[in-house]
Protein backbone atom coordinates (compact mmCIF):
# COMPACT_ATOMS: atom_id res chain seq x y z
CA UNK A 1 0.00 0.00 0.00
CA UNK A 2 1.53 3.53 -1.02
CA UNK A 3 0.99 6.75 0.87
CA UNK A 4 2.14 10.20 0.53
CA UNK A 5 5.12 10.27 -1.25
CA UNK A 6 8.64 11.16 1.05
CA UNK A 7 8.17 15.02 2.82
CA UNK A 8 4.58 15.03 1.89
CA UNK A 9 2.71 16.82 4.31
CA UNK A 10 -1.35 16.03 4.19
CA UNK A 11 -2.83 18.94 5.90
CA UNK A 12 -2.07 22.78 6.05
CA UNK A 13 -3.42 25.28 8.65
CA UNK A 14 -7.22 25.17 7.27
CA UNK A 15 -7.47 21.59 7.39
CA UNK A 16 -6.23 21.20 10.65
CA UNK A 17 -8.60 23.63 12.16
CA UNK A 18 -11.55 21.75 10.23
CA UNK A 19 -10.28 18.26 11.22
CA UNK A 20 -9.97 19.41 14.94
CA UNK A 21 -13.34 20.37 15.90
CA UNK A 22 -14.46 16.65 13.96
CA UNK A 23 -11.53 15.16 16.28
CA UNK A 24 -13.66 16.38 18.87
CA UNK A 25 -16.39 14.00 18.39
CA UNK A 26 -14.94 11.02 16.72
CA UNK A 27 -11.66 10.53 18.79
CA UNK A 28 -13.87 7.75 20.87
CA UNK A 29 -13.65 5.63 17.45
CA UNK A 30 -10.09 4.53 18.31
CA UNK A 31 -8.20 4.17 15.15
CA UNK A 32 -9.75 7.01 13.15
CA UNK A 33 -6.30 8.76 12.58
CA UNK A 34 -7.97 11.46 11.27
CA UNK A 35 -4.98 14.00 12.81
CA UNK A 36 -2.52 11.61 12.53
CA UNK A 37 -0.94 13.60 10.06
CA UNK A 38 -1.29 16.89 11.18
CA UNK A 39 1.61 17.32 13.38
CA UNK A 40 4.27 19.97 12.30
CA UNK A 41 4.98 20.83 8.91
CA UNK A 42 1.33 22.42 8.54
CA UNK A 43 3.45 25.36 6.91
CA UNK A 44 4.99 23.81 4.32
CA UNK A 45 2.06 22.04 3.92
CA UNK A 46 0.14 24.95 2.91
CA UNK A 47 2.39 25.82 0.16
CA UNK A 48 1.97 22.20 -1.26
CA UNK A 49 -1.37 21.93 -1.05
CA UNK A 50 -3.72 23.33 -3.99
CA UNK A 51 -6.70 25.50 -2.72
CA UNK A 52 -9.99 25.72 -4.08
CA UNK A 53 -8.47 29.57 -5.44
CA UNK A 54 -5.46 28.69 -6.67
CA UNK A 55 -4.69 29.18 -10.41
CA UNK A 56 -4.51 25.22 -11.02
CA UNK A 57 -8.54 24.81 -10.19
CA UNK A 58 -8.99 28.15 -12.83
CA UNK A 59 -6.97 26.30 -15.48
CA UNK A 60 -8.41 22.89 -15.37
CA UNK A 61 -12.01 24.62 -15.71
CA UNK A 62 -10.78 26.79 -18.71
CA UNK A 63 -9.78 23.09 -20.05
CA UNK A 64 -13.16 21.84 -20.01
CA UNK A 65 -15.02 21.51 -23.34
CA UNK A 66 -17.46 24.18 -23.61
CA UNK A 67 -20.65 24.65 -26.01
CA UNK A 68 -21.02 28.21 -25.98
CA UNK A 69 -23.87 28.42 -24.17
CA UNK A 70 -24.94 30.12 -20.61
CA UNK A 71 -27.93 28.46 -18.80
CA UNK A 72 -28.72 31.17 -15.79
CA UNK A 73 -30.94 29.92 -12.75
CA UNK A 74 -32.53 32.02 -9.24
CA UNK A 75 -32.77 29.92 -6.33
CA UNK A 76 -34.20 31.33 -3.17
CA UNK A 77 -33.47 29.17 -0.13
CA UNK A 78 -36.44 30.16 2.48
CA UNK A 79 -39.49 28.82 5.00
CA UNK A 80 -42.42 27.42 3.31
CA UNK A 81 -45.62 25.37 3.78
CA UNK A 82 -45.58 22.36 1.12
CA UNK A 83 -48.99 20.38 1.10
CA UNK A 84 -48.43 16.80 1.21
CA UNK A 85 -51.54 15.06 0.17
CA UNK A 86 -53.35 17.21 2.61
CA UNK A 87 -50.79 17.34 5.32
CA UNK A 88 -49.53 20.70 5.60
CA UNK A 89 -45.91 20.30 6.78
CA UNK A 90 -43.70 23.70 7.56
CA UNK A 91 -40.17 23.25 5.80
CA UNK A 92 -37.39 24.63 3.77
CA UNK A 93 -37.45 24.83 0.25
CA UNK A 94 -36.18 26.37 -3.17
CA UNK A 95 -39.46 27.70 -4.32
CA UNK A 96 -42.04 26.87 -2.04
CA UNK A 97 -42.50 23.09 -3.34
CA UNK A 98 -41.48 19.96 -1.64
CA UNK A 99 -39.00 19.26 -4.12
CA UNK A 100 -36.99 22.33 -6.02
CA UNK A 101 -37.27 23.49 -9.71
CA UNK A 102 -35.75 20.59 -12.16
CA UNK A 103 -32.98 22.33 -13.89
CA UNK A 104 -31.38 21.44 -17.82
CA UNK A 105 -28.91 22.24 -19.46
CA UNK A 106 -26.71 20.82 -22.11
CA UNK A 107 -23.24 19.37 -21.90
CA UNK A 108 -20.93 21.61 -21.92
CA UNK A 109 -23.09 24.68 -20.97
CA UNK A 110 -22.04 27.58 -18.38
CA UNK A 111 -24.25 27.37 -15.68
CA UNK A 112 -24.61 30.90 -13.41
CA UNK A 113 -26.63 29.78 -10.88
CA UNK A 114 -27.83 32.87 -7.94
CA UNK A 115 -28.64 31.60 -4.96
CA UNK A 116 -30.75 33.50 -2.10
CA UNK A 117 -30.59 32.76 1.59
CA UNK A 118 -33.32 33.98 3.44
CA UNK A 119 -33.22 31.12 5.79
CA UNK A 120 -32.49 31.45 9.69
CA UNK A 121 -29.15 29.93 9.41
CA UNK A 122 -26.25 29.65 6.89
CA UNK A 123 -26.56 27.52 3.72
CA UNK A 124 -24.25 26.57 0.69
CA UNK A 125 -25.69 24.39 -1.92
CA UNK A 126 -23.49 21.37 -3.86
CA UNK A 127 -23.73 20.30 -7.14
CA UNK A 128 -23.86 16.21 -6.73
CA UNK A 129 -21.66 14.56 -9.62
CA UNK A 130 -20.80 17.08 -11.01
CA UNK A 131 -17.10 17.71 -12.50
CA UNK A 132 -17.04 20.71 -10.96
CA UNK A 133 -14.50 23.57 -10.15
CA UNK A 134 -13.40 23.27 -7.07
CA UNK A 135 -14.32 26.74 -5.79
CA UNK A 136 -17.49 26.22 -6.84
CA UNK A 137 -18.07 23.13 -4.89
CA UNK A 138 -20.20 24.33 -2.31
CA UNK A 139 -18.43 22.89 0.55
CA UNK A 140 -18.13 24.98 3.40
CA UNK A 141 -15.85 26.52 4.88
CA UNK A 142 -13.54 24.53 2.36
CA UNK A 143 -14.25 25.47 -0.57
CA UNK A 144 -16.69 28.90 0.10
CA UNK A 145 -17.59 30.97 2.46
CA UNK A 146 -21.08 29.20 3.89
CA UNK A 147 -23.94 32.06 2.78
CA UNK A 148 -25.21 33.94 5.24
CA UNK A 149 -28.63 33.83 7.07
CA UNK A 150 -31.02 36.15 6.62
CA UNK A 151 -30.95 37.71 2.66
CA UNK A 152 -27.00 36.17 1.61
CA UNK A 153 -25.84 35.82 -1.77
CA UNK A 154 -23.74 33.91 -3.83
CA UNK A 155 -23.29 32.80 -7.61
CA UNK A 156 -22.28 29.15 -8.52
CA UNK A 157 -20.45 29.73 -11.98
CA UNK A 158 -19.30 26.77 -13.59
CA UNK A 159 -19.30 24.44 -16.78
CA UNK A 160 -20.91 21.54 -17.50
CA UNK A 161 -18.50 19.09 -18.53
CA UNK A 162 -20.25 15.47 -18.71
CA UNK A 163 -24.07 14.58 -19.85
CA UNK A 164 -25.95 12.66 -17.39
CA UNK A 165 -28.66 12.63 -14.57
CA UNK A 166 -27.43 14.62 -11.82
CA UNK A 167 -28.96 16.50 -8.55
CA UNK A 168 -28.18 19.47 -6.52
CA UNK A 169 -28.60 19.98 -2.57
CA UNK A 170 -27.54 21.84 0.32
CA UNK A 171 -24.74 20.96 1.73
CA UNK A 172 -24.94 22.34 5.38
CA UNK A 173 -26.59 20.25 8.14
CA UNK A 174 -29.49 18.01 7.80
CA UNK A 175 -30.75 20.54 5.42
CA UNK A 176 -30.67 18.59 2.62
CA UNK A 177 -33.60 16.11 4.75
CA UNK A 178 -35.67 18.99 4.39
CA UNK A 179 -36.97 20.70 1.00
CA UNK A 180 -33.37 22.00 -0.36
CA UNK A 181 -33.16 19.94 -3.35
CA UNK A 182 -33.50 19.00 -6.83
CA UNK A 183 -32.35 17.41 -10.13
CA UNK A 184 -30.38 18.55 -12.31
CA UNK A 185 -30.41 16.85 -16.17
CA UNK A 186 -27.09 17.77 -18.25
CA UNK A 187 -28.31 16.31 -22.27
CA UNK A 188 -26.40 14.94 -24.11
CA UNK A 189 -26.49 16.46 -27.76
CA UNK A 190 -24.85 13.12 -28.79
CA UNK A 191 -27.89 10.71 -26.88
CA UNK A 192 -28.31 7.34 -28.97
CA UNK A 193 -30.16 5.74 -26.20
CA UNK A 194 -33.40 5.76 -28.27
CA UNK A 195 -35.47 7.25 -26.10
CA UNK A 196 -38.31 9.49 -27.63
CA UNK A 197 -39.06 11.42 -24.40
CA UNK A 198 -37.86 11.25 -20.61
CA UNK A 199 -39.10 12.22 -17.37
CA UNK A 200 -37.08 12.94 -14.37
CA UNK A 201 -38.38 10.95 -10.70
CA UNK A 202 -36.81 12.46 -7.69
CA UNK A 203 -37.44 9.95 -4.76
CA UNK A 204 -37.66 11.47 -0.98
CA UNK A 205 -38.31 10.20 2.58
CA UNK A 206 -39.80 12.83 4.25
CA UNK A 207 -40.15 13.26 7.94
CA UNK A 208 -39.53 17.86 8.48
CA UNK A 209 -43.52 19.09 9.77
CA UNK A 210 -44.80 16.10 10.69
CA UNK A 211 -44.62 16.61 14.41
CA UNK A 212 -40.64 16.88 14.52
CA UNK A 213 -37.22 17.84 12.19
CA UNK A 214 -34.47 16.47 10.78
CA UNK A 215 -32.25 17.96 13.76
CA UNK A 216 -34.47 16.33 16.67
CA UNK A 217 -34.29 13.22 14.77
CA UNK A 218 -30.46 13.54 14.80
CA UNK A 219 -30.60 14.51 18.70
CA UNK A 220 -32.56 11.16 19.06
CA UNK A 221 -29.96 9.03 17.62
CA UNK A 222 -27.05 11.44 19.66
CA UNK A 223 -27.64 13.85 21.67
CA UNK A 224 -24.66 15.52 21.48
CA UNK A 225 -25.50 16.09 18.02
CA UNK A 226 -28.98 17.84 18.33
CA UNK A 227 -27.38 21.39 17.23
CA UNK A 228 -26.67 19.61 13.61
CA UNK A 229 -23.12 19.88 11.75
CA UNK A 230 -20.12 17.47 12.50
CA UNK A 231 -18.33 19.93 14.79
CA UNK A 232 -20.54 19.91 17.43
CA UNK A 233 -19.75 15.97 18.38
CA UNK A 234 -18.90 15.41 21.74
CA UNK A 235 -20.99 12.87 23.98
CA UNK A 236 -22.63 9.66 22.37
CA UNK A 237 -26.17 8.70 22.98
CA UNK A 238 -26.59 4.74 24.39
CA UNK A 239 -27.59 2.46 21.96
CA UNK A 240 -28.69 -1.46 21.88
CA UNK A 241 -26.32 -4.54 20.54
CA UNK A 242 -27.83 -3.60 16.97
CA UNK A 243 -26.58 -0.09 16.95
CA UNK A 244 -30.19 1.32 17.39
CA UNK A 245 -31.05 3.89 19.70
CA UNK A 246 -32.37 2.01 22.71
CA UNK A 247 -35.56 3.26 24.30
CA UNK A 248 -34.28 4.80 27.35
CA UNK A 249 -31.63 6.94 25.24
CA UNK A 250 -34.31 8.33 23.00
CA UNK A 251 -37.49 8.98 25.42
CA UNK A 252 -39.67 6.98 23.67
CA UNK A 253 -42.42 5.44 25.66
CA UNK A 254 -41.34 7.72 28.49
CA UNK A 255 -43.43 10.45 27.75
CA UNK A 256 -40.98 12.98 28.33
CA UNK A 257 -39.76 16.08 25.95
CA UNK A 258 -41.50 18.04 23.84
CA UNK A 259 -43.67 16.74 21.20
CA UNK A 260 -41.47 17.89 19.04
CA UNK A 261 -38.37 14.95 20.70
CA UNK A 262 -41.03 12.68 21.65
CA UNK A 263 -42.38 12.74 17.78
CA UNK A 264 -38.53 11.98 16.58
CA UNK A 265 -38.01 9.44 19.62
CA UNK A 266 -41.04 7.51 18.04
CA UNK A 267 -39.32 7.33 14.30
CA UNK A 268 -35.91 6.34 15.49
CA UNK A 269 -37.27 3.92 18.32
CA UNK A 270 -39.17 1.85 15.83
CA UNK A 271 -36.28 -0.48 15.20
CA UNK A 272 -34.10 -0.99 12.01
CA UNK A 273 -35.22 -2.26 8.41
CA UNK A 274 -33.26 -4.94 7.92
CA UNK A 275 -32.44 -6.22 4.00
CA UNK A 276 -30.63 -9.54 2.44
CA UNK A 277 -28.95 -7.15 -0.52
CA UNK A 278 -27.67 -4.73 1.13
CA UNK A 279 -26.48 -7.28 3.94
CA UNK A 280 -28.69 -6.49 6.86
CA UNK A 281 -29.83 -3.57 8.58
CA UNK A 282 -31.06 -1.17 6.28
CA UNK A 283 -31.40 2.46 8.30
CA UNK A 284 -32.67 3.54 11.78
CA UNK A 285 -35.23 5.99 11.28
CA UNK A 286 -38.97 5.05 9.68
CA UNK A 287 -40.22 8.27 7.90
CA UNK A 288 -43.50 8.48 7.91
CA UNK A 289 -43.82 9.34 4.19
CA UNK A 290 -42.24 8.81 0.95
CA UNK A 291 -42.34 11.24 -1.87
CA UNK A 292 -42.12 11.08 -6.05
CA UNK A 293 -41.44 14.90 -7.45
CA UNK A 294 -42.33 15.71 -4.21
CA UNK A 295 -45.77 14.37 -3.99
CA UNK A 296 -46.65 11.39 -1.38
CA UNK A 297 -49.02 8.50 -2.91
CA UNK A 298 -52.39 9.55 -2.34
CA UNK A 299 -52.13 12.68 -4.34
CA UNK A 300 -48.99 11.90 -7.59
CA UNK A 301 -48.27 13.74 -10.30
CA UNK A 302 -48.83 11.36 -13.06
CA UNK A 303 -46.35 10.96 -15.92
CA UNK A 304 -48.20 11.04 -18.88
CA UNK A 305 -47.30 10.19 -22.91
CA UNK A 306 -48.61 7.87 -26.00
CA UNK A 307 -48.34 4.50 -25.48
CA UNK A 308 -45.12 3.15 -27.43
CA UNK A 309 -43.44 5.65 -26.49
CA UNK A 310 -40.11 4.64 -25.66
CA UNK A 311 -39.42 6.69 -22.22
CA UNK A 312 -36.45 7.35 -20.06
CA UNK A 313 -36.80 7.67 -16.57
CA UNK A 314 -34.12 9.52 -14.73
CA UNK A 315 -34.35 8.35 -11.22
CA UNK A 316 -32.87 10.29 -8.14
CA UNK A 317 -32.89 8.93 -4.95
CA UNK A 318 -32.80 12.36 -2.98
CA UNK A 319 -33.58 10.39 0.20
CA UNK A 320 -31.64 11.10 3.52
CA UNK A 321 -31.65 7.92 4.87
CA UNK A 322 -33.56 5.54 2.23
CA UNK A 323 -32.86 3.04 -0.37
CA UNK A 324 -35.74 2.66 -2.48
CA UNK A 325 -36.46 -0.68 -4.59
CA UNK A 326 -37.87 1.04 -8.07
CA UNK A 327 -40.32 -1.02 -10.66
CA UNK A 328 -43.17 0.07 -13.28
CA UNK A 329 -45.94 -2.40 -13.22
CA UNK A 330 -45.97 -3.88 -16.10
CA UNK A 331 -43.55 -3.29 -17.50
CA UNK A 332 -39.81 -4.57 -18.02
CA UNK A 333 -36.77 -1.57 -17.12
CA UNK A 334 -33.70 -1.44 -19.47
CA UNK A 335 -30.94 -0.04 -17.24
CA UNK A 336 -29.18 2.10 -19.99
CA UNK A 337 -27.47 4.52 -17.09
CA UNK A 338 -26.65 5.63 -13.33
CA UNK A 339 -24.82 8.23 -11.97
CA UNK A 340 -24.57 10.26 -15.48
CA UNK A 341 -22.47 7.47 -16.98
CA UNK A 342 -23.97 4.94 -19.87
CA UNK A 343 -23.80 1.31 -19.11
CA UNK A 344 -24.44 -1.64 -21.54
CA UNK A 345 -28.06 -1.89 -21.39
CA UNK A 346 -29.47 -4.34 -18.44
CA UNK A 347 -32.83 -5.79 -18.17
CA UNK A 348 -34.22 -5.65 -14.93
CA UNK A 349 -37.75 -5.91 -13.35
CA UNK A 350 -36.75 -3.57 -10.74
CA UNK A 351 -33.83 -1.28 -9.78
CA UNK A 352 -31.99 -0.75 -5.71
CA UNK A 353 -30.92 3.04 -5.51
CA UNK A 354 -28.98 4.09 -2.17
CA UNK A 355 -29.01 7.19 -1.29
CA UNK A 356 -27.64 10.16 -4.07
CA UNK A 357 -27.49 7.33 -6.50
CA UNK A 358 -29.30 7.61 -10.24
CA UNK A 359 -30.13 5.07 -12.26
CA UNK A 360 -31.63 6.01 -15.83
CA UNK A 361 -34.05 3.27 -17.17
CA UNK A 362 -35.85 3.05 -20.27
CA UNK A 363 -39.34 1.80 -20.63
CA UNK A 364 -41.63 1.31 -24.16
CA UNK A 365 -44.85 2.26 -22.59
CA UNK A 366 -48.17 0.02 -23.01
CA UNK A 367 -51.35 1.87 -23.16
CA UNK A 368 -53.52 1.99 -19.67
CA UNK A 369 -52.36 3.64 -16.68
CA UNK A 370 -49.55 1.59 -14.64
CA UNK A 371 -48.19 2.13 -11.31
CA UNK A 372 -45.27 3.74 -10.33
CA UNK A 373 -43.25 2.48 -6.95
CA UNK A 374 -40.33 3.22 -5.14
CA UNK A 375 -40.43 0.81 -1.72
CA UNK A 376 -38.33 1.80 1.09
CA UNK A 377 -35.87 -1.60 0.64
CA UNK A 378 -36.02 -3.04 4.12
CA UNK A 379 -38.77 -1.70 5.68
CA UNK A 380 -42.57 -0.64 5.36
CA UNK A 381 -42.96 2.47 3.16
CA UNK A 382 -43.33 3.29 -0.18
CA UNK A 383 -43.48 6.34 -2.73
CA UNK A 384 -45.65 6.14 -5.80
CA UNK A 385 -47.20 7.40 -9.25
CA UNK A 386 -48.52 6.59 -12.05
CA UNK A 387 -47.30 6.78 -15.28
CA UNK A 388 -50.97 7.22 -18.11
CA UNK A 389 -51.19 7.08 -21.48
CA UNK A 390 -53.07 9.76 -23.49
CA UNK A 391 -56.01 7.07 -24.44
CA UNK A 392 -56.33 5.83 -20.20
CA UNK A 393 -58.51 6.78 -17.67
CA UNK A 394 -57.50 8.37 -14.64
CA UNK A 395 -55.62 5.85 -12.03
CA UNK A 396 -57.99 6.47 -8.68
CA UNK A 397 -56.10 4.50 -5.87
CA UNK A 398 -52.07 3.35 -6.40
CA UNK A 399 -51.18 0.20 -4.65
CA UNK A 400 -48.55 -0.02 -2.62
CA UNK A 401 -46.76 -2.99 -4.34
CA UNK A 402 -46.61 -4.29 -7.76
CA UNK A 403 -45.56 -7.54 -8.56
CA UNK A 404 -42.21 -6.73 -10.86
CA UNK A 405 -40.91 -5.55 -7.41
CA UNK A 406 -40.00 -9.15 -5.97
CA UNK A 407 -39.28 -9.70 -9.57
CA UNK A 408 -35.66 -9.56 -11.38
CA UNK A 409 -33.57 -7.43 -8.98
CA UNK A 410 -30.38 -6.03 -10.91
CA UNK A 411 -27.84 -4.66 -8.36
CA UNK A 412 -24.93 -2.45 -9.13
CA UNK A 413 -22.61 -4.93 -9.23
CA UNK A 414 -24.63 -7.12 -12.10
CA UNK A 415 -23.97 -3.71 -14.36
CA UNK A 416 -20.93 -3.17 -16.42
CA UNK A 417 -19.64 0.12 -18.02
CA UNK A 418 -20.22 1.10 -21.69
CA UNK A 419 -16.85 1.17 -23.69
CA UNK A 420 -17.57 4.56 -24.40
CA UNK A 421 -17.03 5.23 -20.51
CA UNK A 422 -14.43 2.75 -19.29
CA UNK A 423 -11.02 3.86 -17.51
CA UNK A 424 -7.56 2.78 -19.79
CA UNK A 425 -6.42 0.16 -17.56
CA UNK A 426 -3.37 1.29 -15.71
CA UNK A 427 -1.91 0.45 -12.38
CA UNK A 428 -2.70 2.74 -10.07
CA UNK A 429 0.04 5.38 -8.28
CA UNK A 430 -1.56 5.85 -5.34
CA UNK A 431 -3.53 2.96 -3.59
CA UNK A 432 -4.87 3.72 0.00
CA UNK A 433 -6.79 1.37 2.23
CA UNK A 434 -9.49 3.12 4.63
CA UNK A 435 -12.25 1.36 7.35
CA UNK A 436 -15.80 2.63 7.45
CA UNK A 437 -16.39 1.97 11.02
CA UNK A 438 -19.26 2.77 13.87
CA UNK A 439 -18.07 3.30 17.37
CA UNK A 440 -19.13 0.88 19.40
CA UNK A 441 -22.64 1.30 21.18
CA UNK A 442 -23.30 4.53 19.94
CA UNK A 443 -24.61 6.29 17.49
CA UNK A 444 -21.18 7.82 15.75
CA UNK A 445 -19.65 6.76 12.52
CA UNK A 446 -16.18 7.25 10.82
CA UNK A 447 -13.52 6.94 7.82
CA UNK A 448 -10.48 5.21 10.13
CA UNK A 449 -7.60 3.90 9.65
CA UNK A 450 -3.42 5.07 8.84
CA UNK A 451 -4.20 6.45 5.50
CA UNK A 452 -7.81 8.38 6.18
CA UNK A 453 -5.91 11.30 7.25
CA UNK A 454 -3.97 11.33 4.27
CA UNK A 455 -5.78 10.72 1.04
CA UNK A 456 -3.18 12.65 -1.36
CA UNK A 457 -2.75 13.30 -4.93
CA UNK A 458 -1.15 14.94 -7.90
CA UNK A 459 -3.04 15.32 -11.20
CA UNK A 460 -2.67 13.13 -13.45
CA UNK A 461 -2.08 10.24 -11.18
CA UNK A 462 -4.85 7.18 -11.26
CA UNK A 463 -5.75 6.70 -7.39
CA UNK A 464 -7.24 3.76 -5.65
CA UNK A 465 -9.00 3.71 -2.56
CA UNK A 466 -10.24 0.06 -0.92
CA UNK A 467 -13.09 0.56 1.50
CA UNK A 468 -13.24 -2.15 4.13
CA UNK A 469 -16.38 -1.50 6.08
CA UNK A 470 -16.19 -2.99 9.52
CA UNK A 471 -19.73 -1.62 10.58
CA UNK A 472 -22.81 -3.31 10.82
CA UNK A 473 -24.95 -1.29 7.97
CA UNK A 474 -24.29 -0.68 4.17
CA UNK A 475 -22.81 3.02 3.48
CA UNK A 476 -23.42 4.89 -0.09
CA UNK A 477 -19.89 6.21 -0.68
CA UNK A 478 -19.66 9.70 -2.61
CA UNK A 479 -16.61 11.75 -3.73
CA UNK A 480 -16.68 15.15 -4.46
CA UNK A 481 -15.43 16.45 -7.89
CA UNK A 482 -15.05 12.86 -9.15
CA UNK A 483 -16.55 9.61 -10.81
CA UNK A 484 -14.74 6.76 -10.46
CA UNK A 485 -14.89 3.47 -11.32
CA UNK A 486 -15.72 0.36 -9.52
CA UNK A 487 -12.94 -2.74 -10.55
CA UNK A 488 -15.28 -5.68 -9.45
CA UNK A 489 -18.04 -4.50 -11.34
CA UNK A 490 -15.96 -4.48 -14.29
CA UNK A 491 -15.19 -0.59 -14.24
CA UNK A 492 -18.70 0.54 -13.63
CA UNK A 493 -19.04 4.17 -12.76
CA UNK A 494 -20.19 5.98 -10.68
CA UNK A 495 -20.01 8.79 -7.96
CA UNK A 496 -21.50 6.79 -5.20
CA UNK A 497 -21.22 3.27 -4.09
CA UNK A 498 -22.93 0.95 -2.20
CA UNK A 499 -20.43 -0.93 0.53
CA UNK A 500 -22.17 -3.17 2.45
CA UNK A 501 -21.05 -4.49 5.67
CA UNK A 502 -18.19 -7.42 6.31
CA UNK A 503 -17.40 -6.56 3.05
CA UNK A 504 -14.38 -4.77 1.33
CA UNK A 505 -14.62 -2.35 -2.25
CA UNK A 506 -12.17 -0.78 -4.78
CA UNK A 507 -12.54 2.49 -6.33
CA UNK A 508 -10.10 3.75 -9.04
CA UNK A 509 -10.80 7.42 -10.62
CA UNK A 510 -8.14 9.71 -12.47
CA UNK A 511 -6.85 12.86 -10.59
CA UNK A 512 -7.85 15.17 -13.03
CA UNK A 513 -9.53 17.72 -11.25
CA UNK A 514 -7.29 20.37 -8.52
CA UNK A 515 -8.27 21.09 -5.14
CA UNK A 516 -9.55 20.16 -1.92
CA UNK A 517 -13.01 17.36 -1.88
CA UNK A 518 -14.95 15.67 0.80
CA UNK A 519 -15.29 11.16 0.38
CA UNK A 520 -17.90 10.65 2.94
CA UNK A 521 -20.78 8.64 3.35
CA UNK A 522 -24.52 9.52 1.90
CA UNK A 523 -26.48 8.51 4.63
CA UNK A 524 -26.73 11.99 5.84
CA UNK A 525 -27.44 11.11 9.55
CA UNK A 526 -23.93 8.85 9.01
CA UNK A 527 -22.33 11.97 7.55
CA UNK A 528 -23.52 14.31 10.41
CA UNK A 529 -22.22 11.85 12.55
CA UNK A 530 -18.39 11.62 11.60
CA UNK A 531 -18.09 9.53 8.26
CA UNK A 532 -16.07 11.72 6.28
CA UNK A 533 -12.47 12.13 5.46
CA UNK A 534 -10.83 14.86 2.69
CA UNK A 535 -8.67 14.29 -0.61
CA UNK A 536 -6.24 16.94 -1.20
CA UNK A 537 -4.44 17.70 -4.59
CA UNK A 538 -0.49 18.78 -4.15
CA UNK A 539 1.84 20.11 -6.31
Not at 156 to 180: E, I, K, M, N
Not at 224 to 248: E, F, N, Q, V
Not at 265 to 287: C, D
Amino acid sequence: MSGPLPGEQPFGRREVLRLGALAAGTAGLGGLGLLAACSGGTHQAARRFILPTDPEVRRAEAARHRSGRTASFALTAGAATVDLGGRRAHTWTYGGEAVAPELRVGKGDRVRAAVTNRLTEQTTLHWHGIRIRNDMDGNAPVTQAAIAAGDGRFTYDFTVPDPGTYWYHSHSGLQADRGLFGALVVEDPDDRSGADADAVLVLDDWLDGLGTTPDAVLAALNPALGGGGTAGMGGMAGMDHSGSPSASTTGAGTGGGTPEQRTAARLVGQGEGRSKVLGGMTQHIAYPLHLINGRPPNDPRPIRCKPGTRLRLRIVNAGAETPYRFAVAGHELTVVAVDGYDTQPQKADAVLLGMAQRVDVLVTVRSGAWPVVARAEGRPGHAATVLRTTDAAPQRKLPADVPELDGRLVLESALRPAASVRLDKRAPDRSYEVELLRAEGRYQWGIAGRDAGGLVMKTGERVRITMRNTSGMWHPMHTHGHTFAVPAYGGLRRDTVNVLPGTSLAVEFDADNPGEWMFHCHNAYHFEAGMAADLHYIR
